[in-house]
């Protein structure tokens, strides 16, 4: 009788203290949402002064400080508008949004990518500011190298530029110094590279020439682009991926591994190219602009690396710009107080943030000197050099986040060695015409 | 018994103990790896050949992992949605699984088969209807939605099924003629009986709830709305190799659950032994 | 008592669980089986119904199949050796041995670590230049990108997480054994052998027939350690990748949630088969008190 009294005991306990905790917690996660509707209600009478929270998503951490600074310099100039900055990795971002569209509960205000927008925008998911901009509360002419054009669906706009990056070289200057070779400079082309990288590649010592990364932005992209390929074509109808000239350049890029001027795939996956770079291991790589500030935070490497421009192929030099832009949703529940916040990402404002704390290259014109001065030992002007030289990321299309998915997957076949670069490369091809095709 | 069986039964526990201890070491090596590289610098975790021990010890990977996540809020998130799935689904299962063991009624056969052929169906098939459930309750991104899916245990009804199927059934004959109903025959003699089975659902139900990954990545963004598992895991889309920034997340991720295993492990395990040699 | 009032408490007593289950696990099943049959279009809010059109390309799919007899593979190497190393564990963690209670908490350890966090570590384990396991064995395997070895690496680290929690349960099995068996079979003068094989085991076969059927439906729902040890761009992924990792990456990466469910409607129609089964012919085993 005992024993089963203990045991009802027991589970009484349990219950209570359950009951104790979760009315402790269903009152804590409630109160953010409470708080907005009081004071909804108390201040109806004045309608702009309701107290609210944004939540302000995006994915890059490293970003975070330059965002939260302009979020507080938002809520100084409107003091009943608080931003909750939300990191989601890059990695899981876009999962989340896929789910949250159809469910309307996309954040407030979150970062747009170029290559996702067109099926964000199609789906009705982000709020139009075209009304807006025809009312002149924003000029899209701000902006620099025709960004806005990237959030432009069917003659709307969507999108306010943020940003926008381009790639360049890192080397290693150590280990440029003890070979006794010259810092890769404009001259440069892909015979040097290849050359310097068997040069500098001393892979006993687990030290290597070059990172030939599969990557699409920051690797074989420009590649393609520099020896006459392309990615898609313009008309964004067909691949070019099955262009002689992109296979070449895809192969002339795995040939370094087989060289031993690259460490393998493998090696690549075990430690990301960057990780290595960062700890000296690797002499060049291809990153972008939106790393700067990862790269220069590594203790090993610190004082002793810089940027150079991509080298040149046998038609140009290759380059992809890229720019970010904020949207908003359309199913948000304050929407008039996220076009302000919108607004003020799009200010000359946020963008001096952005610069000053060399976060990203800000989109809004004039304001890039500041992030070049951002870190003074490095030349970070090959970056907005670099933009004449470079197209814009083949996005636009409904396909993109398909056959963008499916890439690396076909690619990896390749890089591991399972079948040749030219297979993998018609693959890519029959694989992204299809997915153009079924998305019409 | 003889010499000769007493000599066996000697070389016999020698064996036992050189494979339990292989076997204790392999299982171990993981966690010790853990604690190692977590203590490393980046380029020493990975470095070739590689060093066992770190030269130089460096908290850096605890700091970075502790900035980049909200690791008091994953703990009480964890433990209270931990309970919150262990607790109601042993009731709940054992309430159903005693119907089904031992009350015979109209389509109990059907019913039995339906829910536990749920356990069959994958999770992610669940991910995007619970979702839209969850956001038509307004509960997208709250700690609720961590666990409000999963009140029930379609595997510990099973479990508990099996259990109550083995006990005798002359305890409970002799309850209806007492006048019993079968809930209190349930509550007062069955129950205490399966101890040993609730025990380790208990520690099954936990165990699942702890790991669980890609529930919590889907429904919440917060970081404060997140738990242990999905916590860590967004570290490795933030840090990439960053092998201590990792393993220091993991190992804090882990150690909370072995220091309370290694408190309760008396009552876990011993707790379905003691029981057991009872009943 | 009536059985007028048996049923009424029977459904009362399975009103919880039944309710639950219907509503957040049987309705998500019928949308799945619905989805099959549509096409989907903007996130899933628009639908198209399409017949078998989505199967008709499934099983077309070689890569399907493919998957198919990986989920197959790990299933048949992974069940049976978690099985039997769990039930040696057990049988061996059952006896009055020396540092009982310390083996059985390192061999339930894996099993509080969570899968995130033992991927990271197996990952560093495996790793090809700096990995434990190719120096202690004076090797420079590539196991996580090699098509031959990934598999096992993967049954390696499922069996690894999967010892403790099976272990324990054959162990509540064993103590479940009435000694007066043992007692009575020593009076007959059994071996340590025979006692084993003719009344441990028989005693064993409602916990064994238990845990088989949770290992293999686990089994087959294989996702977590591909996704996180494996990863998308690896060479090996085509010999590893399972069902529910192209459910996974057909419904929430491709957009196509349609094929994605196609292919789990696949995988829960062969667990219904490989259960139903089990349960068929657990009378000719399994031995029910």
């Known amino acids: 009788m005992a024993k089963r009294n203990k045991f009802s005991f027991m589970f009484a306990v349990v219950f209570i203290v359950l009951a104790l905790v979760t009315a402790a917690c269903s009152g804590n996660s409630n109160s953010t949402v409470n708080n907005g509707s009081k004071n909804n209600a108390e201040g109806e009478t004045d309608k702009p002064q309701k107290n609210v929270t944004l939540t302000y998503s995006i994915w890059d951490k490293i970003q975070q400080p330059a965002m939260e600074a302009i979020a507080k310099e938002f809520t100084a100039e409107n003091p009943n508008i608080k931003i909750k900055v939300e990191v989601i990795p890059w990695g899981d971002y876009w999962t989340k949004m896929s789910a949250a569209a159809p469910a309307g509960t996309l954040p407030d205000v979150f970062w747009m990518h170029g290559g996702q927008f067109v099926k964000y925008a199609t789906g009705n998911f982000l709020e139009p500011i075209t009304s807006k901009v025809q009312a002149g509360e924003i000029d899209l002419n701000n902006y620099a190298a025709d960004l806005a054009s990237i959030y432009t669906l069917n003659g709307e706009n969507y999108g306010v530029p943020k940003d926008f990056d381009t790639i360049g070289l890192a080397y290693n200057k150590e280990l440029f110094d003890q070979a006794n070779i010259p810092y890769p400079d404009d001259t440069w082309d892909y015979a040097k590279l290849a050359e310097v990288a068997k040069q500098l590649s001393q892979p006993d010592k687990g030290i290597y020439g070059f990172g030939a990364k599969l990557d699409t932005q920051t690797g074989y992209w420009n590649d393609m682009l520099a020896n006459g390929g392309s990615i898609l074509s313009s008309d964004l109808s067909k691949s070019g991926y099955d262009d002689p000239a992109s296979i070449e350049a895809l192969k002339a890029r795995y040939q370094m591994i087989l060289d031993g001027a690259s460490p393998t795939h493998q090696q690549m996956t075990d430690t990301e190219a960057t990780e290595m770079f960062k700890s000296g291991r690797l002499a060049m790589i291809f990153d972008g602009s939106w790393r700067i500030s990862d790269i220069d935070s590594s203790e090993i490497i610190k004082d002793k690396w810089d940027w150079a421009k991509l080298p040149s192929g046998k038609v140009k030099r290759g380059n992809i710009i890229n720019g970010l832009g904020n949207v908003m949703s359309a199913k948000g529940k304050n929407k008039e107080e996220a076009w302000l916040f919108l607004k003020f990402l799009g200010s000359q404002k946020a963008a001096e943030i952005t610069a000053e704390m060399g976060a990203a290259i800000p989109a809004f014109n004039g304001t890039q000197d500041a992030w070049l001065s951002s870190r003074p030992h490095l030349n970070l002007k090959i970056f907005t050099e670099q933009v004449a030289d470079a197209i814009p990321y083949p996005s636009g299309s409904k396909s993109y986040p398909v056959w963008f998915a499916k890439e690396p997957e076909i690619m990896s076949q390749a890089w591991g060695g399972a079948i040749s670069v030219e297979d993998a490369a018609k693959k890519i091809a029959e694989m992204m015409n299809q997915a153009i095709a079924e998305t019409k | 018994m003889t010499e000769m069986q007493i000599s066996s039964a000697r070389n016999i526990n020698w064996i036992v103990h050189i494979i339990l201890i292989i076997s204790a070491v392999v299982m171990l090596v993981p966690f010790v790896w853990m604690v190692l590289t977590s203590l490393k610098t980046t380029t020493e975790a990975t470095q070739i050949p590689i060093h066992f021990f770190p030269s130089a010890p460096s908290l850096r990977g605890y700091i970075e992992a502790i900035k980049q996540s909200a690791f008091p809020h994953y703990y009480m998130n964890t433990v209270f949605t931990a309970i919150m799935k262990t607790v109601f689904p042993v009731i709940f299962s054992s309430m159903a699984a005693y119907a089904f063991a031992r009350l015979r009624f109209p389509g109990s056969t059907i019913l039995f088969v339906l829910i536990i052929s749920v356990m069959m169906v994958p999770n992610p098939v669940f991910y995007t209807p619970q979702y839209m459930m969850m956001s038509d309750l307004g509960l997208v991104n709250t700690v609720t939605a961590l666990w409000i899916t999963s009140l029930i245990s379609p595997f510990a009804t099973f479990l508990l099924r099996q259990f109550f199927m083995t006990i005798s059934k002359e305890l409970e004959e002799a309850a209806v003629l007492d006048g019993c109903n079968p809930f209190q025959i349930y509550w007062h003699i069955m129950l205490p009986l399966v101890k040993s089975a609730l025990v380790a659902i208990v520690i099954i139900q936990l165990q699942w709830s702890w790991n669980e990954l890609q529930w919590p990545l889907i429904i919440n963004s917060s970081p404060e709305k997140m738990t242990l598992s999905s916590g860590i895991a967004t570290l490795v889309s933030m840090f990439g190799t960053d092998y201590p920034v990792l393993m220091a997340g993991a190992f804090m991720a882990v150690v909370p659950m072995i220091i309370l295993f290694f408190i309760f492990q008396k009552q876990f395990i011993e707790g379905i032994a003691f029981s057991a040699h009872k009943g | ?289």
């Open chain 3, 1 to 289: 008592m009536n059985s007028r009032s048996r049923y009424v408490w029977a459904y009362f007593m399975i009103a919880p669980t039944l309710i639950g289950t219907l509503v957040f696990w049987g309705w998500p099943v019928l949308q799945s089986i619905l989805l099959g049959f549509q096409q989907s279009e903007n996130f899933g809010l628009v639908n198209h119904w399409v017949g078998f059109a989505n199967y008709e390309k499934l099983f077309r799919d070689a890569e399907f199949w493919q998957n198919l007899r990986n989920t197959l593979y790990y299933v048949a190497l992974f069940v049976p050796v978690t099985l039997i190393l769990s039930t040696i564990f057990a049988v061996l963690l059952n006896t009055k041995i020396k540092g009982l209670s310390i083996y059985r908490v390192i061999f339930f350890l894996p099993q509080v670590t969570m899968p995130a966090a033992a991927a990271m570590v197996w990952v560093v384990l495996f790793a090809q230049d700096f990995g434990l396991i190719n120096h202690i064995l004076g090797t420079r395997v590539a196991w996580l990108s090699n098509s031959n070895y990934a598999m096992i690496v993967l049954v390696i680290v499922g069996v690894w997480g999967a010892i403790g929690l099976n272990m324990l349960l054959i162990l509540a099995g064993l103590q479940g054994i009435p000694k007066s068996l043992y007692e009575a079979a020593d009076i007959d003068g059994a071996k340590r052998f025979n006692k084993f094989r003719y009344i441990t085991i028989p005693m064993l076969t409602p916990t064994l027939f238990f845990t088989s059927i949770i290992l293999l439906i686990g089994a087959t729902q294989i996702f977590d350690s591909i996704f996180l040890i494996i990863g998308k761009t690896n060479v090996a992924l085509p010999s590893v990748r399972s069902l529910v990792y192209a459910y996974y990456q057909n419904s929430f990466v491709y957009f196509n949630p349609n094929y994605g469910a196609a292919i789990i409607n696949v995988l829960l129609l062969i667990n219904l088969l490989l259960t139903g089964i089990q349960f068929a012919f657990q009378k000719k085993w399994v031995v029910y008190d």
